[in-house]
């Protein structure tokens, strides 16, 4: 299906994201400094990048597994009905978790998505996310870590993606319409 034509403004640098991935992992090593095992879940396929850059940040011995949630679909309106199109590989009863989403928007997605985890009794259980648009929010979750705070406008680059589109990009940018 054919696009409105939109233009990508800058909204958040490579660097700036490489500087905050970095706070983060910092972080997130004190949180489970004592941990025997840290599996890190990519809630694919938005965190794909932002999983690889945080967990070669991480001083911990790390698993990693990955889990697909449809949320959008192709559109930029959420939908509340969460599925799961992909479960984990391994277990997690038992173990250390660090959930890693891209964004936090209504937190339909990533309530679901701790719920379910939590149901398999891990022994604890945070969330990184690295956006959060509070002002969209409609269930009441929020991330452990957070990298940014954004206001309400769709953004892509650095593994997000409008309609599968500009994942690569190296760095967050807001789309805006053109027509
Ligand atoms: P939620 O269930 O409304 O919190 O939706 C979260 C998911 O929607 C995220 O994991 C993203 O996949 C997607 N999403 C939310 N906002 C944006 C955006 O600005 N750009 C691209 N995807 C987004
Ligand atoms: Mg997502």
Redo the contacts with the bound molecule.
């Keep these: 299906m054919p696009h409105r034509p939109y233009v990508i403004d800058p909204m958040i640098s490579a660097k700036s994201i490489a500087a905050r991935v970095e706070e983060l992992a910092h972080d997130i090593t004190d949180h489970f400094a004592d941990t025997e095992k840290l599996v890190v879940v990519g ?1 694919l396929r ?1 965190s794909f990048i932002f999983i690889a850059d945080l967990v070669r940040e991480l001083r911990l011995p790390v698993e990693v597994d990955f889990l697909e949630a449809s ?2 679909g192709d559109s ?1 309106k ?1 939908s509340r009905e ?1 599925r799961i199109l992909k479960d984990l590989r391994g277990e997690i009863g038992g173990c250390d978790v660090l959930v890693v ?10 309530n679901h998505v701790v719920n379910l985890l939590k149901s398999r009794g891990p022994r604890r259980l945070e969330v990184c996310a690295l956006l959060d ?1 509070p002002s ?1 929010r409609e269930v009441d979750i929020r991330a452990t870590w957070t990298g940014f705070e954004i206001p309400d ?4 680059g650095y593994g ?3 309609a599968q589109r500009n994942r690569s990009l190296p760095y967050i940018g807001k789309v805006r319409f053109t027509s």
Excluded: A
Aim: proline letters at 0%; zero cysteines; aromatic letters at 16%.
């Design positions: 809630l938005g949320s959008y930029t959420s969460v989403e891209d964004i936090v928007d209504t937190g339909f997605t990533l648009k969209r406008e769709f953004v892509v997000i993606d409008f």
